[in-house]
């Protein structure tokens, strides 16, 4: 089996805070998981892992505030999808 971008997207996030039972559905910034700082992390944390950049337009908090909707932004930026 494969890890999937939003099996990774939660290990991130999970680690981070480990006492929270999250699923990839869960608004993680209505929960109260995510600061200023963490979004930056969260950002940085996509970027890096599946090899993107996230253009300004983007940055929107509804990119972010789930695992499903961050897998879609991978999907959507990544380099595979662009030749697809």
Do not use: C, H
Not at 10 to 37: C, H, K, M, T, W
Not at 43 to 50: A, D, G, L, P, S
Not at 59 to 78: G, H, K, P, S, Y
């Amino acid at each position: 089996m494969s890890v999937t971008a939003i099996d990774q997207i939660l290990a991130f996030v999970r680690e981070r805070y480990p006492q929270a039972e999250i699923d990839a559905s869960q608004d993680i910034f209505a929960l109260g998981f995510v600061n200023s700082l963490f979004a930056m992390e969260l950002v940085m944390f996509v970027e890096k892992t599946f090899e993107v950049t996230i253009p300004n337009e983007e940055l929107r908090i509804d990119n972010f505030r789930t695992a499903d909707t961050m897998a879609t932004l991978v999907a959507r930026l990544a380099p595979d999808a662009a030749a697809a």
